[in-house]
């Protein structure tokens, strides 16, 4: 893989970076793998401000060029949507969270796929993520998570679903570059990921025999 792109994101360059996305993109690219190179560029930029060579303005600006990545490459992602809706998804960045991008491609493609997604944004407080599962009856529930400090919110919203009864009718996903199985078990959700087409493979083979 060229590693053009994810530079262009490290260095900050958006014009460099949406014209090798628009190009790569209709050539024909697979719209995911010009999505993987974006994410390995904004790993180098993570670690970068790990190390204190960039700061959050760095952080802020690539995570805008992802964004608008993203939302070129959202028509290639879709491809033909079926005409019902094969189930139901609530989605959200846990509370002290603000991180999105990655749960913005789980939505992207869930919807392709034909899934009605319910995106409650970022910093979601337990008592509106157990409200909206209550009002929208979802079939899956997915936390995604980018920081550890969200991990105890995570717990407590799964908890709360437990004791509202709707934890047993939903599966619960979470997924983000910071989750890993052990959490997985602390958090008690059913799936984890740090691969959004493994969220949507999920999800479509859940589906089946529902
Ligand atoms: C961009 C970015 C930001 C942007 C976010 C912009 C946005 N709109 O999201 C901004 C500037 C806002 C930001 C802020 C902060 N950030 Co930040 N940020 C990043 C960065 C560089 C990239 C994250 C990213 O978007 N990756 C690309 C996406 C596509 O990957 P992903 O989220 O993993 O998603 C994929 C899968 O995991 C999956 N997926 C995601 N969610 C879900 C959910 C489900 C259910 C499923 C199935 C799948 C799934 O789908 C995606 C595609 O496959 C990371 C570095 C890194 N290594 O990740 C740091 C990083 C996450 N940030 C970090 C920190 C510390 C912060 C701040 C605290 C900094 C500060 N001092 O203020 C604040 C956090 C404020 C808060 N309360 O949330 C740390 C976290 C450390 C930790 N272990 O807790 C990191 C790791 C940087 C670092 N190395 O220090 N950040």
């Known amino acids: 893989m060229s590693q053009e792109l994810a530079m262009a994101l ?32 904004m790993t180098i930029v ?48 846990v509370h002290g969270d603000i991180h999105d991008l990655g749960k ?43 920081i550890t400090t969200s991990f105890p919110a995570m717990k407590e919203t799964a908890q709360m679903l437990e004791a509202a009864g709707l934890k047993k009718e939903i599966k619960l996903m979470i997924g983000g570059g910071v989750t890993s199985p052990s959490l997985k078990e602390y958090v008690g959700a059913d799936f984890q990921t740090i691969d959004a087409s493994e969220g949507v493979s999920y999800c479509i083979q859940n589906m089946k025999g529902r």
């Open 104 to 146: 913005n491609i789980l939505s992207v493609l869930l919807r392709a796929q034909g899934f009605e997604v319910h995106d409650l944004g970022v910093d979601v407080s337990p008592a509106k993520i157990v409200e909206t599962v209550k009002e929208v009856q979802p079939d899956f529930v997915g936390f995604s998570a980018l």
């Open 46 to 93: 993570g670690d970068r401000f790990q190390t204190g060579e960039f700061y959050l303005s760095e952080l802020i600006l690539s995570g805008e060029i992802f964004k608008a990545a993203i939302a070129f490459l959202e028509p290639y992602l879709a491809k033909v949507r079926p005409p019902k809706p094969v189930g139901k998804v609530v989605l959200a960045t």
């Open 10 to 41: 490290v260095e900050l360059n958006r014009d460099k970076a949406m014209e090798l996305v628009k190009s790569r993109a209709e050539k024909g690219e697979d719209p995911l793998g010009i999505l993987a190179e974006c994410r390995e560029g």
